[in-house]
């Protein structure tokens, strides 16, 4: 009951978050493999200026995420409570070295590999997509750059842009650093979603359960 209640919440949380944000939507591009074996979900509005700032919908088992600014930015931070009507914004600054940086938690158990989607609705000169790179279990030396797969304009002033990676084996956690690519990057929101990959045999005896509790309740 109180699993069924906690879903519920999330679910909640995740739709009152799309409908709260319309320019925001952290719903626009899922994963394709959302609500699948050993899946997560984390979505950031930055709505206040906590830092570190926890998700505002969540479905992660593992762990509770959060987002981290770091760098020397720490002495200059930059929180904007409206930025070209986008509510909640940080702002990135490379001419001080200063990063955005989310931590995930995974499936405990080493599993072949995990994929990584994520989305962020940003600003940025000339539209350019920030930098984003994983680092697994906080190895900065097997770091690996995400990679863009679209950027589409919400506004004048405004993009979505959605990245993935496949990271082999998968982490027990892993790092996402944001960077601005030229000067700043302005940061409304963020999505995270994670999967980590069994054995071919653990997914089929998955599988085999699944059939097994249908024909139980059949």
């Known amino acids: ?3 069924s209640v906690v879903s519920l919440v999330v679910l909640l949380l995740i739709s ?3 409908s709260a944000v ?13 609500g699948g074996v050993n899946t997560t979900l984390q979505s950031w509005l930055f709505s206040t200026n906590a830092n570190p700032a926890f998700p505002d919908a969540l479905s992660n088992p593992y762990g509770m995420p959060q987002v981290d600014l770091k760098g020397s930015f720490l002495n200059n931070t930059i929180w904007l409570d409206e930025d070209n ?3 909640g914004v940080w ?3 490379r001419s001080i070295e200063s990063d955005m940086v989310a931590t995930v938690k995974n499936f405990p158990r080493q599993n072949p590999y995990k994929q990584i ?5 940003y600003s940025a000169q000339n539209g350019e997509a920030p930098a984003i790179y994983v680092v697994p279990d906080g190895n900065i030396s097997a770091y690996a750059p995400m990679t863009l797969v679209s950027k589409n304009a919400v506004d004048n002033t405004y993009y979505h842009a959605v990245y993935s990676l496949t990271v082999r084996p998968n982490p027990n956690f892993e790092q996402i650093f944001i960077r601005p ?3 700043q990057v302005y940061v409304d929101c963020l999505t995270i979603e994670t999967q980590c990959i069994p054995e071919p045999m ?3 005896l998955l599988g085999l359960g699944s059939l097994l509790l249908r024909r139980r309740i059949a």
């Open 91 to 93: 702002v990135v600054d």
């Open 202 to 204: 653990t997914m089929g």
């Open 22 to 34: 319309v320019i925001c939507n952290p719903d626009q591009d899922p994963a394709p493999f959302r």
């Open 1 to 3: 009951m109180k699993k």
């Open 181 to 183: 690519r030229d000067c």
């Open 16 to 18: 009152a978050s799309a």
């Open 85 to 87: 009507g986008h509510q």
């Open 117 to 121: 989607w994520l989305q962020i609705t």
